[in-house]
């Protein structure tokens, strides 16, 4: 079964420092979405994309973050000044049309940032 | 305001025993709905949809009521395996076609016996 791949599993950055987090999704899925999960907590939405373009951002998704497809494989999601508090499990996840398609998750990456 | 409800258990049952889990939504425009489950560390992975008709896939049996914005997830002769988080998840579906902002609830925790 085709899956959803995420790298690295484990990010340790220092505070103020830039991330990417990379994605690979499912290679026929069209849309694209970065969640994230705070230890403890629920997981969030953060964006979705579709077109080469975000379609939707939650409130969370700030300057700080940024998305691209800079080939046909990868989705990825920059953090540019890392904050203590952008501590969490980053999922990406893929699906092949948004008429309420169940979404397939990555494994996640889980960012540390001290 | 939570938008997605649930009891966050832990429920501990033994092997074989029914068990029942609930979850309350709060934005009336809801148009799709999940279970998924998540094992500790690991992604959420999808459980089943959720129909307006209720609908069985082995022994889960997923439940909706629009009126009382309620779902609920039976699971029947629950086993060792079924030991996980379960997410109630609902998608909004709002902001030009994107429906993969998906709402998570905060899951309810089940622990299963020998």
């Known amino acids: 079964e085709p899956e959803v791949t995420q790298t690295p599993s484990h990010q340790v950055t220092q505070m103020g420092q830039e991330v990417i987090l990379r994605c690979v999704p499912i290679?026929?899925?069209?849309?694209f979405y970065w969640y994230r999960q705070i230890l403890g907590q629920k997981v969030e939405f953060l964006v979705s994309?579709?077109?080469?373009?975000?379609?939707?951002k939650s409130e969370i998704f700030d300057d700080q973050f940024s998305v691209e497809r800079p080939d046909g494989s990868n989705f990825t999601l920059k953090i540019r000044s890392t904050k203590l508090e952008d501590s969490a499990m980053y999922f990406c996840a893929s699906s092949p049309t948004v008429n309420n398609s169940p979404l397939h998750f990555g494994n996640g990456t889980r960012l540390t940032v001290t | 305001r939570k938008e997605v409800e649930q009891d966050p258990g832990p429920f501990n049952v033994p092997e074989g025993a029914t068990v029942a889990f609930n979850c309350t939504y709060s934005n009336s425009a809801s148009q799709s709905f999940f279970w998924y489950r998540q094992d500790c560390r690991k992604e959420p992975k999808l459980l089943m949809s959720v129909y307006s008709s209720g609908n069985e896939d082995g022994r889960f049996t997923a439940q909706l009521n629009r009126a009382s914005q309620y779902i609920s997830l039976l699971i029947r002769d629950s086993k060792l395996s079924d030991s996980a988080t379960y997410l109630c998840v609902v998608n909004v579906g709002n902001y030009g076609g994107s429906q993969g902002n998906l709402i998570f609830g905060k899951g309810t925790k089940l622990s299963v016996k020998p």
């Open positions: 994309f579709y077109n080469n373009e975000i379609s939707e």
């Open positions: 290679s026929n899925h069209l849309y």
